[in-house]
């Protein structure tokens, strides 16, 4: 069903587009191996995806027992030591993670992809909690910060007056 559309989309492109597009991935794909085998050196590698806008990312995790940080790194480019996008939390106790900052380009798919894996994660380490705050620096875009973690199941409670709230993810909803 899935490569139905998809081959229906497709005919729906000019050959040049087509071929475009062909050459993209075929990029992308060689630096994704590329970047594989570098980031594999540093970062434990735990996916790799497809974002909104059809770009290849690979995801890795960094986890000592008392952090943890979820990184993203795009196929566009080569991989120089550095992530693209990442979440990073610390561990409160056995049952919590706390997400500590949310780093990156927004509005590309890249907080999704890697908000899903740290859920997994948390799941995988029988964390039944992922909290954080909202600031008094987030109220500048705190309408697309509450679309985001209510979008991944999060409960967000905000005080307006002071400035500040509280999101909450339950693995057990």
Known sequence: MLLTKLGAQEEK???EELEQNLVDLEFQVFRMQENVKEISKKWQIIGIEQTK???WVIVSIVDDGHACKVMLNDCD???????????QAK??????????DIKG??????????????KEHAKEQNVQYIKGDL????????????HFYEKHDFDVEVDYD???GEIVWNSDY
Request: aromatic residues 16%; negative net charge; contains cysteine.
């Open 13 to 15: 492109k000019d050959p």
């Open 53 to 55: 806008e059809e770009k």
């Open 162 to 164: 002071q400035k500040y």
């Open 105 to 118: 380009e927004e509005n590309r798919g890249y907080g999704s992809i890697c908000m899903d894996y740290l």
């Open 135 to 146: 600031a008094k620096r987030d109220f500048d875009h705190l309408d697309r910060l509450i």
């Open 91 to 100: 561990y409160e106790n056995q049952s919590t993670i706390f997400i500590g």
């Open 77 to 87: 480019s080569a991989y120089r030591g550095n992530w693209d996008f990442s979440i």
